[in-house]
């Protein structure tokens, strides 16, 4: 039989023992947490980019081509307007972040290249414009927005006219003509674009890739037929949750997605992008108190309401007219120098005159009369 003694040794020793089971179970855990969450990060992150080639290793490109070898480069698409025709003041080729991994224009944020607010154009400044695209631009013409006699070619179910597409008018089986003549032949100085929606119900795969494809088309087209002409890309509009159910592909992330490569494109294209949506679709969506039943279409407070969007975003020209006057100066217009009168020189003493003494009485003036002196 132990002692007391040998008892509690032996108890004290069992103690020490479960002591340190618990810190290397603890321990343990901590490191199978540690490794877990390592893991997690690296699933994140995804591979680490490899490092750009150094300039004695770069591949030369042909004269004209843009240059990518230079990382965090502003994109500077090759203008097609000269600058004499365009007498901008605001840059109409806006700065596009580059990515790191692949020198190119992606993730664009259409905000920060969309068209900034830029005084208040008179309406007379869309007399030489034409609206291009679908049903929704085709509502130009069939409400009351207080645009006056807008110039519209645009139809009901159409997408992009490439490769020589006709369209067909007011839905007809038999008047088809083709659209792009029926533009170039208007000779517009401005069009406005928005197409998309027709094609992007479709959720096959490349459909997107395919659209902005036929838009760089489009565009390159209208550039030839009609230089000098000023470009306006308009953001697609997303549908209501309504519109959505009955069109799942036109959902808000797709509609993002789509709208910031037409971003990068206008970049690209050297055109002007206008975010529409930011004041039409304020929450996400199609405005409920501006959209049609189908909840993809608007009402006539729509067309009011994206026509004091366009009136307050316009690239500005010094030949413009704007209500209440220029938003800027104009570039010819200079400060006059302020003349400041210079003080005339004494003339130099004559070293032969005479020396007049201070002290002397003033002499008299031949020309008074002699004063009689007093009786």
């Known amino acids: ?208 890739d395919r659209f902005i494809s036929d838009y760089a088309t489009v565009i390159d087209q209208l550039r030839a037929a009609l230089p000098g002409t000023d470009i306006y890309i308009q953001s697609l509009l997303t549908p209501t949750e309504k519109g959505q159910q009955k069109n799942p592909n036109l959902n808000p992330e797709r509609i993002a997605r789509v709208n910031s490569r037409l971003a990068a494109l206008a970049v690209e294209k050297g055109c002007y992008y206008l975010n529409i949506s930011e004041v039409l679709c304020r929450d996400g969506r199609l405005n409920w108190d501006i959209a049609a039943g189908d909840g993809t279409h608007m009402n006539a407070d729509g067309y009011r309401g994206w026509l004091e969007y366009l009136v307050t975003h316009t690239a500005y020209r010094t030949d413009s007219t704007y209500v209440g006057g220029s938003p800027f100066a104009l570039l010819s217009t200079e400060t006059p120098a302020v003349s400041v009168p210079v003080p005339e020189a004494a003339p130099a003493a004559d070293p032969n005159a005479a020396v007049v003494d201070p002290n002397a009485a003033p002499a008299a003036d031949p020309n008074a009369a002699a004063e009689t002196p007093a009786a």
């Open 1 to 208: 039989m132990s002692t007391y003694r040998e008892f509690r040794a032996e108890t004290r020793k069992r103690r020490r023992k479960r002591s340190l089971q618990r810190v290397g179970f603890v321990l343990l855990i901590a490191l199978l947490l540690m490794g877990l969450a390592w893991f997690i990060v690296q699933l994140i992150e995804g591979p680490k980019p490899k490092p750009a080639p150094s300039s004695s290793t770069a591949t030369s490109q042909p004269a004209g081509s843009q240059s990518t070898s230079q990382p965090g480069a502003i994109a500077t698409p090759a203008p097609s307007i000269t600058p004499a025709d365009q007498e901008t003041v605001w840059d109409k080729y806006a700065q596009a972040e580059r990515s790191i991994n692949t020198f190119g224009v992606s993730g664009t944020d259409p905000r920060m290249i969309a068209l900034p607010q830029n005084g208040r154009i008179d309406l007379s400044f869309f007399t030489d414009a034409v609206f291009f695209g679908d049903s929704i631009t085709q509502g130009w013409k069939v409400y009351n927005s207080g645009l006056p006699n807008p110039n519209v070619v645009a139809e009901i179910s159409v997408g992009l006219p490439t490769n020589g597409a006709m369209w067909a008018r007011d839905r007809s089986k038999t008047d088809f003509y083709d659209p792009m003549a029926e533009l170039v032949a208007r000779a517009p100085k401005k069009v406005y674009m928005m197409f998309g929606t027709n094609t992007l119900v479709n959720g096959a795969e490349g459909v997107e």
